[in-house]
């Protein structure tokens, strides 16, 4: 189930393969608010679908 996303966010990573998890954690740990938006209900990208 979707849910909606917060009003406000520093960024807004799309897609949650190996590179937006990267880029998310990355940017988590460098102090920004991160939200990470995937269409599927499991992170992986094409990993998964392999």
């Known amino acids: 189930m979707s849910e909606p996303l ?3 966010c520093d ?3 799309i897609g949650g393969g ?3 998890v990267a880029a998310a ?3 988590a740990r ?3 608010s991160v939200e990470l ?3 599927r209900a499991a992170l992986g990208g094409a ?3 392999q």
């Open 6 to 8: 917060p009003s406000s």
């Open 11 to 13: 960024v807004l990573v």
């Open 18 to 20: 190996a590179a937006g």
């Open 25 to 27: 954690t990355g940017l």
């Open 30 to 32: 460098a102090g920004l």
């Open 37 to 39: 938006a995937e269409q």
């Open 47 to 49: 990993y998964h679908r």
